[in-house]
Nanobody, 115 residues
Framework: QVPLVESGGGLVQAGGSLRLSCAAS????????MGWYRQAPGKQRELVAT???????YYANSVKGRFTISRDNTKNTVSLEMNSLKPEDTAVYYC?????????WGQGTQVTVSS
């Protein structure tokens, strides 16, 4: 496991944008998959987006077309660009990194979208 630190969360009005960043203390190239989960108060944890080591991406239907996940192996970061934000996007967003059966979680960053 490596430490993952999320940043970039905050308060934004509906229709606005935020860019979340996930910084790893070590190389991210060894991970099979990196991605973002989110969890809203009183709701189940939801997979938002993933990106493989070959830059194949997956998006939840709820964010498809609005969010973009990317990785920078030289900077050891994974980002989530969030556009056209909706109040239902409000949640704590967690960066994750998976290698085989081991998954590392960041501490989360709060995203709040006002209506």
């Amino acid at each position: 496991q490596v430490p993952l630190v999320e940043s970039g969360g905050g308060l934004v009005q509906a229709g606005g944008s935020l860019r979340l960043s996930c910084a790893a203390s070590g190389s991210i190239s060894k991970y099979n998959l990196m991605g973002w989960y989110r969890q809203a108060p009183g709701k189940q944890r939801e997979l938002v987006a993933t990106i493989t080591s070959s830059d194949n991406t997956y998006y939840a239907n709820s964010v498809k077309g609005r969010f973009t996940i990317s990785r920078d192996n030289t900077k050891n970061t994974v980002s989530l660009e969030m556009n056209s934000l909706k109040p239902e996007d409000t949640a704590v967003y967690y960066c994750t990194a998976r290698q085989l059966f081991v998954t590392t979680w960041g501490q989360g960053t709060q995203v709040t979208v006002s209506s």
